[in-house]
């Protein structure tokens, strides 16, 4: 397993109810496979996850991406600054 | 003579203090600067387009770390497309922000007007606004919600 | 809801002052305004351009009285053009200016940034530089000489 | 006659060496006729008067205008602010 660290932001850390977790994922796991683990273990998230925004150690990340280990993963809606 | 890329001012941060334009544009003013081109989004009390409505203040939060980054990359961004750029200012304030406050900063410094610096300025607001994680939230009296945009990053972006 | 040009705030002025942009641009901005966008300009110590050469100062003079109904027909029309533009400052200053100081500057408030307040800058600056009566002699490590600007305005200018 | 006052700014002042002048010009004289009339009076100005900017009462104005009684008449070179 690999230990990962998970931040939210926005409507995504409301509906978590958190702003950050640490979790074990398989290894290999990728950003497709962790949007389905966390719909299936925070049933709270799984309607976010359609327009989720995920960066992987502070990159924009995409679904065939595999999570590295120790990785810091954001989770967030389309951003909106300015 | 094109200064090199070397020590030319970048300035960017996400800050919960009032943004100071004095103090911006002098750092980013070099001896061969004669042209700035600065624009600041500000918090409206009153929105009239779309879905009108007021807003009591504007509460904003940033992943620091990554939306300096970010704001490094759109300046870098800028160099690459403008190269005449002198200096750059992208900065970002967070917290609790009421109507007419400025909330956001792009600033870019060339030798003369006629050299796209309004242009490196305006690409520098419309990345800001697609890539650097920023969100606000609306307070208005009648309730709050999340802004949302509606840009999703390529890979590499 | 388009604001009443009745009490939208414009500003011009010659000054001998420094130019603070923090104050010109809370003066422009209103309840409506959610973007800015400003043009300074600076004065060169070192011009690589056209005729490349070291700048010591700048000795800037205006037809004050006449200067400040240009900057206000520039600002007329620049609300013409871009009726939608809420706050206006156009700003010359005068005297003896060094390399790096701000020595003019136009802003330019809206509601949002994709209503031509880019445009409406660029304008007013290249507005300024046609019709509004300042000259500036430039003083060097090996000279002095006026700079002449190369418009001539047309009857109704 | 009629009584009017000229201001000089930028190079054509350094030429005429005063900020202004106060001067009686005849009834009806145009500007053209201004051109003609100060290049003869003081020939320092002469090669000035092919690119001067003039303007009566601060509004820029051209050769046919005829120049009126008590009017403020300035000449200066092209603007060069900002």
Avoid at chain 1, 5 to 33: C, Q, Y
Avoid at chain 2, 121 to 145: C, H, M, N
Wanted: charged share 25%.
């Amino acid at each position: 397993m690999n230990h990962i660290k998970l931040l939210f932001f926005a409507t995504i850390r409301d509906r978590a109810g958190t702003k950050s977790l640490e979790i074990d994922i398989p290894v290999d796991l990728t950003i497709l496979g962790l949007k389905e683990k966390l719909s299936t273990d925070y049933p709270n998230l799984k309607d976010s996850m359609k327009s989720v925004l995920i960066t992987i150690n502070r990159e924009y990340a995409f679904d065939d991406a595999v999570v590295p280990s120790n990785a810091e993963v954001a989770l967030f809606p389309p951003v909106s600054g300015g | 003579m094109q200064p090199s890329t070397f020590n030319l001012p970048t300035i960017f941060s996400i800050t919960e203090s009032e943004i100071d334009l004095n103090d911006l544009l002098a750092k980013i003013t070099l001896t061969s600067t004669g042209a700035a081109a600065i624009f600041t989004g500000m918090v409206r009390g009153v929105t009239s387009r779309d879905n009108p409505h007021e807003t009591e203040f504007l509460e904003y939060e940033a992943y620091i770390p990554m939306a300096e980054e970010k704001m490094k990359q759109v300046a870098d961004e800028i160099r690459e497309r403008w190269p005449v750029i002198e200096g750059i200012a992208v900065v970002q304030r967070i917290g609790k922000l009421y109507p007419k406050t400025p909330t956001v900063l792009i600033a870019c410094t060339a030798a003369h007007r006629d050299t796209g610096v309004f242009d490196a300025a305006r690409y520098g607001i419309d990345r800001l606004k697609e890539i650097v994680p920023v969100w606000k939230k609306e307070v208005s009296p009648t309730g709050e919600f999340w802004v949302e945009g509606d840009y999703t990053p390529k890979p590499g972006e």
